[in-house]
């Protein structure tokens, strides 16, 4: 957006008692500082300065290198700060915004900001709706002022005036002095102008946040059937069709393909799912699970996994830094840590891989076709080669060569009579 600028102030320090600034308080696992970034930068204002009254550090280290300058307290608007800021810059219109104010549309910012240029407005006012909300409202709207018009608020306002609350009703004032109105925008979004100012508010934006992100997505065709517990981050894409279930959450930079069943009571952060997977009752981060796979209930898989087309991994059953062939299957009881797993390789029950020595992991390869019996254990680095086979109990330490089958355990031995001697007790 061209000759525009944002002010970004923030309140002060969180209303919990933390060392931690309001604004980087989370909504919906966001901080609300980064929803209002992502609104201005969708709108194309990239020139933007924060105005806080605590926490230097931590902002300057969340935001990067926009300049962030310390508001003293009762200085009047958070705009008077910046005022330096302003009068250097390029830009000759400026947008104030909480940066609290997680509903901060790009959509309302670009509206508003055309309105104001296109009708030479000194002043517009973002709104909710009608004038019951614009009266509530405007301590803590959004608007747009140009440069010269806040350079006149700035020498006419009342120096009274120390939290800044009545910043846009002198600039009004002033404006009606002159026989002016200030412009004021519509937004048609009740939740546009809402803030929190304790826990109770914060808990009321996650709420709404939850059903603005719900609304989208239905739009989009993902399907709900309750949503009791269900927690989406915004960033979350999700293709049509696909069905979310009670207790589920999805965080980070997750996509998740068309058709598939997520939930009940999963976790799925920074990974990408392919259609059509089913992921019941399990946690997945940081990897890839690709078309048709399904896991669950009560697995894991760990960053850095990739669960290839048509794998079916069971219950308890852990995946970590692993890469499993298509078509492979992980009953139950298993765990598969630092490992290349070729095509459909058969996992019976209670099979681990055993990765790490006591200073260093090693990988394990497992090659197409392998059969690896109940409660066999690999002892990394080994390798199994296509068509392996291990027997139960199988403790392998060395490599398997194809079609070959490691035995490796003690050959029984049944001792006669060995009970009469040793539990008498039991057998009168």
Request: proline share 3%.
């Amino acid at each position: 957006m061209q000759n525009a600028a944002a002010v970004i102030y923030t309140s002060g320090l969180d209303f919990m008692h933390s060392n931690k600034p309001a604004a980087l308080r989370e909504i919906v696992f966001r901080p609300m500082i980064d929803w209002v970034n992502e609104a201005l930068d969708s709108a194309g204002i990239s020139e933007r300065c924060y105005v806080i009254n605590e926490g230097e550090e931590d902002i300057k280290n969340h935001t990067g290198e926009h300049p962030v300058f310390i508001r003293e307290k009762e200085s009047g608007h958070p705009l008077y700060t910046a005022k330096e800021w302003m009068e250097n810059s390029e830009a000759e219109n400026f947008v104030a915004v909480s940066a609290e104010a997680v509903f901060t549309n790009p959509d309302v910012l670009k509206a508003a900001f055309e309105r104001h240029v296109s009708n030479n407005e000194k002043l517009t006012v973002i709104a909710s709706a009608g004038r019951e909300s614009f009266i509530k409202e405007l301590s803590q709207s959004a608007f747009w002022i140009t440069k010269t018009f806040f350079a006149e608020v700035s020498e006419k306002a009342d120096g009274e005036d120390k939290t800044g609350e009545k910043f846009l009703v002198e600039a009004m004032k002033i404006l009606s002095d002159r026989q002016l109105v200030a412009a004021t925008h519509v937004a048609g979004k009740k939740e546009i102008n809402m803030r929190a100012t304790d826990s109770a508010g914060v808990l009321t934006l996650n709420a709404a946040a939850r059903t603005v992100i719900f609304k989208k997505l239905c739009a989009e065709g993902v399907e709900f059937t309750c949503l009791d517990g269900i927690i989406i981050e915004p960033s979350v894409k999700i293709g049509a069709g696909t069905q979310i279930l009670p207790g589920t959450i999805l965080k980070g930079k997750t996509e998740i393909g068309e058709n598939c069943v997520i939930g009940p009571n999963s976790l799925i952060e920074d990974s990408k799912i392919g259609d059509g997977v089913e992921v019941n009752a399990t946690q997945i981060r940081s990897s890839v699970l690709e078309k048709g796979v399904k896991i669950g209930p009560w697995s894991h898989v760990r960053p850095g996994c990739v669960i290839h087309e048509g794998c079916k991994i069971g219950d308890y059953v852990e995946i970590k830094n692993s890469e499993v062939g298509a078509r492979t299957a992980v009953a139950h009881l298993t765990y598969i840590g630092d490992a290349d797993v070729g095509e459909a390789v058969n996992f019976g029950c209670g099979c681990c891989i055993a990765n790490y020595d006591g200073q260093h992991k090693h990988r394990t390869v497992i090659g197409n076709h392998a059969f690896l019996g109940c409660n066999t254990n690999l002892v990394a680095p080994v390798e199994l080669e296509d068509f392996a086979y291990t027997a139960a109990g199988t403790t392998v330490t060395k490599n398997v060569p194809e079609y070959a089958l490691a035995v490796g355990r003690a050959k029984q031995e049944n001792i006669e009579g060995w009970v009469k001697k040793h539990d008498a007790i039991k057998i009168k």
